[in-house]
């Protein structure tokens, strides 16, 4: 294994070298409800073109995307957010409903066109209401004409939970009074396929469980992974999941990381792997197990208590029948609360020295957001420093960019909260309030965001969040237990050689430390990337350089306070 170090180490020169043709990749995509069975229950998904997952986006550095999106669900609005892609000069395209676009009107179409200028791995998913909770995703990958490193060939595997409740009704559970919470997911699905109520492992189980009849052709029976003995594979794995935090594990076979999110990582080798929502990598391994035998590929609820059976699939050694079971047992993830087992694996992940850019020595402006779990006239909700955030009616990118005022509330939210609150503890006042105020960045300054977790409002509760940012990727100055300490942590802060991410997760009771350049015009959202807690007001938005923005198309913003600007005169 030691070999592919070298390999990587030697060939990533070849990046600096590759000469890059860009073209022109369009797409016509009608999205709508169908019945399907992601797990051998029948259900309803979104899906496009009638798939589910969506279709996979392939395309290399310097193309451009034209997504032609024709919305026929029949009463609500959609958008699309392409997950990790920076969006220079067309944050309209960013796909964040009411931040940076109307939502789609059923019936309509929208035209989604920018450029991918970053090899990488990455994804795209709904994000209006909880539609990606309801299958509204898919794959999307850039390749650079000349890669990193070497591998032989390469797999996808896109990570998703699932309900059997559906996802208005989820909707609906989470705005009651009183609360009711979604549950944990009854299947983990592995490329939209998994196995609810029977096992593809039923001889390794000591709990009475069905063995998986499949013909094969099932809509729920698991992808194989064909492989040849002695051979170099490269698998790209994202989660979109909607809450699940997962342990992924190739049964015998070592994993070098050396991708994540998009951005080139000093590789490293693990037996597993920790990945959050939101989240991507590539890991590269080698098929050099007993070439008679099939191995369990596995993935494993982390940070919640597991009520969720593992999802498998089988790497299948070629002339292997894809139906042989493996000898052993699946993987045995980590227990789900090793919290410092999963700590152990984010701080391995540093950026690779000669390629990773390394961040500006000192910031402008430092941001402290607590995360909270509240109320609001009894409703359950989650804030950041007390305010916990909702939509308004018309987007911030045309509010902003033709200066309407009233169209949210102008006063700056908080920079921070008060010292002498108790992260160890539920808080003493539950209170919060409804807000949507603007963090406004100004242009091409260094931002620290310090994400600081705390209580819930259960005793000893404190869960794990995963954070996105779109448009920008950022740097992970590091991570830390208890209350962030202005003195003592910021000399902890690696500035030499910190991973660049646009996902990163805070543990419990815990901090963790990014750092930005506001440097691409538009209104981003900062937010967890747990679907229900998002919903329930898990986020911020940044706005920096918006006067900047040109050619932005009408029906973007052609809603609220805007639309009127944007309707021709009939008469």
């Avoid at 004409?145 to 559906?166: I, P």
Wanted: one cysteine or more.
């Amino acid at each position: 294994m030691s070999s592919l170090l070298g390999i990587f180490l030697f060939l990533y020169l070849f990046l600096l070298l590759s000469s890059i043709s860009a073209k022109n990749r369009e797409y016509k995509w009608k999205v709508e409800y169908m019945h399907w069975c992601p797990d051998g229950v029948d259900g309803v998904v979104i899906s496009i073109n009638g798939q589910f997952p969506g279709p996979t986006i392939r395309a290399i550095v310097g193309d451009t995307i034209f997504v032609h999106l024709t919305n026929n669900l029949p009463t609500e609005g959609l958008v699309i957010h392409w997950h990790g892609i920076s969006q220079i000069g067309t944050p309209w395209a960013d796909g964040a409903a009411l931040i940076s676009q109307c939502p789609i009107n059923p019936g309509e179409t929208f035209l989604y066109k920018f450029k991918v200028d970053k090899a990488g791995t990455y994804f795209y998913h709904g994000h209006y209401g909880m539609q990606r909770s309801a299958g509204l995703y898919g794959s999307l990958i850039v390749e650079d004409e000349k890669e990193a490193f070497h591998y032989d060939e390469e797999f996808n595997l896109l990570l998703s939970d699932w309900w059997h409740k559906s996802s208005h009704d989820q909707q609906i559970d989470l705005s009651s009074k009183p609360f009711r919470w979604i549950g944990e997911p009854q299947t983990l699905l592995m490329n939209g396929r998994g196995q609810f109520n029977c096992s593809l492992a039923t001889q390794f189980s000591k709990f009475p469980i069905h063995q998986c009849k499949l013909r094969g052709d099932e809509q729920y029976a698991p992808q194989i992974f064909n492989v040849h003995p002695n051979k170099t594979y490269r698998l790209r794995v994202a989660s979109t999941t909607a809450l699940a935090s997962l342990n992924l594990a190739i049964e015998g076979h070592k994993m070098m990381v050396v991708e994540a999110d998009g951005n080139y990582i000093q590789p490293f080798f693990v037996e597993n792997m920790d990945i959050y929502s939101g989240e991507s990598y590539s890991i590269l391994f080698k098929t050099d197990q007993d070439p008679s035998n099939n191995y369990w590929i596995s993935i494993s609820v982390r940070g919640r208590e597991p009520k969720t059976p593992q999802g498998l699939t089988i790497l299948n050694y070629i002339p292997n029948f894809a139906s042989k079971i493996p000898n052993s047992p699946p993987p045995l993830a980590p227990l789900w609360n090793d919290y410092n087992y999963s700590k152990a694996f984010s701080n391995k992940i540093f950026g690779l020295m000669g390629l990773s850019p390394k961040p500006p020595t000192r910031q402008n402006r430092r941001i402290l957001l607590l995360n909270t779990q509240n109320r609001i006239e009894g409703y359950t909700r989650w804030s950041i420093n007390n305010i916990s955030l909702v939509f308004p009616t018309t987007p911030y990118l045309s509010s902003i960019k033709h200066g309407i005022n009233n169209a949210f509330d102008t006063k700056s939210p908080p920079n921070t909260f008060s010292k002498n609150y108790n992260i160890m503890k539920p808080p003493p006042n539950p209170n919060s309030t409804y807000g949507n105020r603007v963090y406004m960045l100004k242009f091409n300054t260094t931002i620290d965001i310090i994400l600081q977790n705390a209580n819930a409002l259960g005793e000893n509760v404190s869960e794990i969040h995963p954070w996105h940012l779109h448009g920008h990727n950022f740097w992970v100055l590091g991570y830390g237990d208890g209350k962030f300490d202005h003195k003592k942590d910021v000399e902890k802060f690696n500035l030499k050689n910190p991973p660049l991410r646009n996902t990163v997760v805070i543990f419990p009771y815990g901090w963790t430390a990014i750092r930005f350049v506001a440097n691409n015009p538009g209104v981003w959202a900062f937010h967890c990337h747990i679907e229900p807690h998002l919903h329930l007001g898990m986020g911020v938005v940044f706005a920096e350089g918006v006067h900047l923005v040109k050619n932005v198309p009408n029906e973007a913003l052609n809603c609220g306070l805007t639309r009127k600007m944007f309707v021709k005169d009939k008469h």
